[in-house]
T-cell receptor, first 114, second 114 residues
Framework: AQSVTQLDSQVPVFEEAPVELRCNYSSSVSVYLFWYVQYPNQGLQLLLKYLSGSTLVESINGFEAEFNKSQTSFHLRKPSVHISDTAEYFCAVSDPSNTGKLIFGQGTTLQVKP | DTGVSQDPRHKITKRGQNVTFRCDPISEHNRLYWYRQTLGQGPEFLTYFQNEAQLEKSRLLSDRFSAERPKGSFSTLEIQRTEQGDSAMYLC????????????FGEGSWLTVV
């Protein structure tokens, strides 16, 4: 069975400051890793994903995440946040089996302050 | 591409009543998933379909819950004899078959049981 732990439920940060949202996973098999973002009263949008290859993956809006197999982590980082980044962020895993279902962490609320 | 569509977006019902949610996936996406999300938690997997076949159901899906995808296109999720604990957002998602393909989420259907 797989599980995901997001170590921080809330992360307050000032605008233009760097941020890191932490994610650790547990799995007995190799996994795919994802970060989704959820704005208030909306569904989830894919931010970025790691399937294989380079362990550093980037999104189009400046976020990046690094897959660390030895530490079973997939932390999300951004060097300079904007007010518009305020949202709920979810880390998720799926195994490469045929189901494709995602197992989510509890979420981290990123609060960007002016 | 109109995205994953869910209806209704909000539903308030009295305890004991039945409710039904509809999901229209992205066309040609043969995988369809249902998730449940409660406040402050990550989405929890309920069930998924490959075309019209329901291939997996979570233990969370009690006997009061039933999901269908009769023609392999839209899907319905019915909750019978609703309880206050059923209050949550019900998320539908879809993706094409194939390893690593992105799962796209709808905006969810909020259920409040009073």
């Amino acid at each position: 069975a797989q599980s995901v732990t997001q170590l921080d439920s809330q992360v307050p940060v000032f605008e233009e400051a760097p941020v890191e949202l932490r994610c650790n996973y547990s799995s007995s098999v190799s996994v795919y890793l994802f970060w989704y973002v959820q704005y208030p009263n909306q569904g989830l949008q894919l931010l970025l994903k790691y399937l294989s290859g380079s362990t550093l993956v980037e999104s189009i809006n400046g976020f990046e995440a690094e897959f660390n197999k030895s530490q079973t982590s997939f932390h999300l980082r951004k060097p300079s946040v904007h007010i518009s980044d305020t949202a709920e962020y979810f880390c998720a895993v799926s195994d490469p089996s045929n189901t494709g279902k995602l197992i989510f962490g509890q979420g981290t609320t990123l609060q960007v302050k002016p | 591409d109109t995205g994953v569509s869910q209806d209704p977006r909000h539903k308030i019902t009295k305890r004991g009543q039945n409710v039904t949610f509809r999901c229209d996936p992205i066309s040609e996406h043969n995988r369809l998933y249902w998730y449940r999300q409660t406040l402050g938690q990550g989405p929890e997997f309920l069930t998924y379909f490959q075309n019209e076949a329901q291939l997996e159901k979570s233990r969370l899906l009690s006997d009061r819950f039933s999901a269908e995808r009769p023609k392999g296109s839209f899907s319905t999720l019915e909750i019978q004899r609703t309880e206050q604990g059923d209050s949550a957002m019900y998320l539908c998602a879809s993706r094409p078959t194939g390893t690593g393909n992105t799962i796209y989420f709808g905006e969810g259907s909020w259920l409040t049981v009073v």
